[in-house]
Structure formats: C-alpha cells, structure tokens
C-alpha cells in the first residue's frame, strides 16, 4: 500500500501563489508516474498536472500551462506543484495521486490506483 498526504492549500488572492506538496509513504517503490488533479464544488475532477519518474515528462492541462509548474525529488518521495497566477476558477480541493504501472504518464482519473485525501484552494477575486 502507498499513502499520500498532501499539503499547502489555502486562501490566497487572484495574482498569488501557492506551492502545494504530496509526500508519498509505504511501497513508494511501486509508484512511478504522479499526478494533480482537482475537482471543484458540482464539477468532475481533472487532471492538471503529471510527471514521470525520471521527470522526463511533464504534460500539463491547457488551462494551467504556463501558469503552474510540476516536479518531483524522488530522495524525498514527493512530488510538488507549483502554482503562480491563480486565478478564482482555480479554486477546488486537489489530490495528489499515484500511478502503480511504470508505462506512459497518465492524464486520466482512471490511470492511477493512490490517491491522497486533498487539500483545499481558495483563490478569491
């Protein structure tokens, strides 16, 4: 089993910042590809942002490109994001969440089989 708990939400201003982490314990050695999604009040959760072991890959939604940045310390078994400009409709709770298969990154809810409890983001206007 992993566990995630992550870590860094809050209440911030359109224009702040936020660095959000995920610290991964357990079988950490079955995990390899991780992602962010996030899900807002009577929406379905989506993906953000994920990243692979080696970091080598990074895709990111389009609604978040340029704006949030992922990565990884593996030494640490966390993964972290990165968000600068928010924005209010980026306002949800986000999950951090890991992949259990080492193949292609996952940009879907249904790739990863660990997920953490999430945390909460406001981003007020």
């Known amino acids: 089993q992993v566990q995630l708990v992550e870590s860094g939400g809050g209440l911030v201003q359109a224009g702040g910042s936020l660095k959000l982490s995920c610290a991964a314990s357990g079988r950490t050695g079955s995990t390899y590809g991780m992602g962010w999604f996030r899900q807002a009040p009577g929406k379905e959760r989506e993906f953000v942002a994920a990243i692979s072991w080696s970091g080598s890959s990074t895709p990111y939604a389009d609604s978040v490109k340029g704006r949030f940045t992922i990565s990884r310390d593996n030494a640490k078994n966390t993964v972290y994001l990165q968000m600068n400009s928010l924005k209010p409709e980026d306002t949800a709770v986000y999950y951090c969440?890991?992949?259990?298969?080492?193949?292609?990154?996952?940009?879907?809810?249904?790739?990863?089989?660990?997920w953490g409890q999430g945390t909460q983001v406001t981003v007020s206007s």
């Open positions: 969440a890991a992949d259990h298969i080492n193949r292609r990154i996952q940009v879907v809810t249904a790739g990863y089989l660990y």
